[in-house]
């Protein structure tokens, strides 16, 4: 590991020796099949890891194809009745996970971080998101109808009707374990569904704990957990024949693999995947307040982030100031343990496979001659930790402009025309979500129709609401999280036609 000189960053450390949780705090090891955890059958487990420390917190039941296929056949024998209730009663039942949350949001905010190392205000964040996304999903099911009732052909009455699927299998990733749970889970069980989810096999923790503090309100086999690993229980969810969908977020890779093994069932296939989202920053934009949201939109979550602005594309003329002012924002960032205090703002990356990844970029970038202004290498001691970087006069395709870090990195590339900066813009794999910094609101405007993704944010970045959908385009995946046309996808649409002749 080498250390940055340039980065003004400290870990903070706890300095209490209080762990942030207790093995009491920790839901039942095993599965949840059926509405009951169950311990692994094959013995195998994988050690879950505090990465403010590398030390192992807990370990987990590595599921097997007989163990995902128990939870298929709950979820099987679950679904008539659920898909079956009507919309008000699915909404009060989704009200009460809600509340169920709420009552234990402090405590689900201290597992998280245990688990991912976020800071509090993190996991905070993550679980509030958690809750609305039931609150909003709990309402807007209510108000969802059919498109039309109709006669369309004569003597016929058409009805088109709005039904379940009937199984979702679930794949979660690790950035926001609890939060990327609740934006599939909720819709999923709003549109009448059932599922199994496969939480990462590095942060299950929370995805287990909801599945404790839901037990008493979802009915046997609607909801449940099978822990493990990608190659076998992902796999096995994506070609099982009883799965009608699959829904994934996380990386490319695992997007085309599930992608491959839903082909032969022909089921259904939902993916949010990975994003390198352009900030591009005209002449005439509020630099200062370009700075001051990249600090957050940057950052957050250590740059574990799909939709972080991690890849600036600002106008020559501006280039100099601009670098200046983000260098002077990041400066500022308070680095630590989720532990050391509420006012921690970075923590570590949650794995030490994903910091060396991370490191790598880093340590490439600087043999490639692109300098760091801030930050640029991980910082010292124990844990995962990674000091928040700039990278400054990146060279057009430059590896760590092109590809996705996952971490606290951005880098800043120029440019001269409009057109050369949405075409570099759009110059990449990846199409999940964009901004775009100017006053000219004829500029902003057309540029953000002529970027390429899902999200597209106009002097702003990264700001979420449960009422507007998120997911990308291209390399990004396809599918929607979030608001009504989630509710769509995890839907199906029958017409039933009645000849009304007499
Ligand atoms: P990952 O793809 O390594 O893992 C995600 C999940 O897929 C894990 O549960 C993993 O076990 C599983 N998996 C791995 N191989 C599989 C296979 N062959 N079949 C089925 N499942 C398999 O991703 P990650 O590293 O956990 O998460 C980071 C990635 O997720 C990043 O690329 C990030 O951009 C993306 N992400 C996207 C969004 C979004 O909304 N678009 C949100 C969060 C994260």
Not at 56 to 66: K, L, N, Q
Not at 462 to 483: I, T
């Amino acid at each position: 590991m080498s250390t940055s000189v340039s980065s003004s960053a400290q870990i903070r450390r706890s300095r209490t020796l209080d762990k942030l949780i207790t093995a009491e705090d920790l839901a039942p090891g095993g599965h949840f099949i059926d509405g009951a955890f169950r311990a692994g059958n094959s013995g195998a487990v994988t050690d879950v890891v505090d990465p403010c420390n590398g030390e192992p917190i807990t370990s987990v039941a590595d599921g097997t194809v007989e163990e995902v296929d128990a939870g298929v056949a709950a979820a099987v024998a679950a679904k008539r009745q659920w898909g079956s209730l009507v919309p008000k009663e699915r909404s009060e039942i989704l009200h009460r996970i809600a509340d169920r949350l709420s009552e234990h949001s402090e405590l689900l905010a201290r597992i998280e971080s245990a688990n991912t190392g976020k800071p509090f205000m993190v996991s905070e964040d993550d679980v509030a998101g958690t809750i609305d996304t039931f609150r909003f999903m709990a309402g807007a099911l209510r108000a969802t109808t059919s498109l039309a009732a109709g006669t369309y052909a004569a003597e016929h009455l058409s009805l088109i009707l709005r039904e379940p699927l009937g199984v979702v299998g679930v794949v979660t990733p690790w950035n926001y374990p609890l939060l990327m749970g609740a934006w599939k889970i909720a819709p999923i069980l709003a549109a009448g569904n059932t599922l199994v989810l496969k939480p990462s096999e590095q942060t299950p923790l929370t995805t287990l704990k909801f599945a404790e503090l839901v037990a008493d309100i979802l009915p046997p086999g609607v909801f449940n957990v099978v822990t493990g690993r990608g190659s076998i229980v992902g796999a096995r969810l994506s070609d099982h024949p009883d799965v009608d969908m699959i829904a994934l977020t996380g990386s490319v890779n695992s997007g085309r693999a599930v992608a491959r093994g839903a082909a032969e069932s022909l089921k259904r296939v939902h993916l949010e995947l990975g994003g390198k989202a352009p900030v591009v920053i005209f002449p005439d934009a509020d630099l200062a307040a370009a700075a001051k949201s990249l600090r957050a939109a940057g950052y957050w979550n250590s740059g574990q982030e799909c939709g972080a602005a991690c890849r600036v594309l600002v106008h020559n003329s501006v280039a100099d100031r601009f670098t200046e002012l983000l260098v002077r924002e990041v400066n500022t960032l308070k680095v630590g343990e989720p532990g050391a205090g509420p006012e921690i703002e970075i923590g570590p990356l949650t794995s030490k496979g994903h910091f060396d990844r991370v490191v790598g970029y880093l340590e490439r970038a600087r043999r490639d001659g692109i300098r760091a202004a801030a930050g640029g290498a991980a910082l010292e001691g124990p844990g995962y930790f990674v000091a928040p970087t700039v990278l400054v006069s990146v060279p057009d395709g430059a590896e760590c402009s092109r590809e996705e870090i996952f971490g606290p990195v951005i880098t800043i590339e120029t440019f001269e025309t409009e057109e050369e900066a949405i075409a570099r813009a759009n110059d990449v794999p990846f199409g999940l979500a964009a901004s775009v910094w100017t006053e000219d609101a004829r500029r902003s405007h057309d540029v953000a129709s002529r970027i390429d993704a899902g999200t597209v944010w106009v002097n702003s970045h990264l700001v979420l609401a449960n009422e507007v959908p998120w997911g990308g385009f291209k390399g990004s995946g396809y599918g929607r999280d979030l608001s009504i046309y989630a509710l769509d996808d995890y839907s199906r649409t029958k017409h039933v036609m009645h000849n009304r002749g007499r």
